[in-house]
């Protein structure tokens, strides 16, 4: 259980914010390393090569409407 640091309360480890009382139980630099895995160069999260123009199987809803 995390004890939180404003009223004390106990909270499930997997809890974002306190149940008792809505304060932050990670503060912001804890949750953007969970998002970059502690690097602070990794842009994997951004990275182009997830684009999936290329699959077949990909259908852009923009080529459905025509330019005016």
Excluded at 17 to 26: A, E, M, N, R
Excluded at 33 to 58: C, Q
Aim: aromatic share 10%; net charge negative; glycine share 6%.
């Amino acid at each position: 259980m995390i004890t939180c640091s404003v009223c004390g309360g106990l909270n499930n480890p997997n809890n974002a914010v306190c149940q008792h009382c809505g304060s932050d139980l990670i503060d912001e630099s804890e949750a953007m390393n969970l998002f970059y895995d502690n690097d602070d160069n990794d842009t994997s999260f951004f990275d182009s090569s997830d684009d999936d123009s290329g699959d077949s199987n990909y259908i852009d809803d923009d080529d459905d409407y025509e330019d005016y």
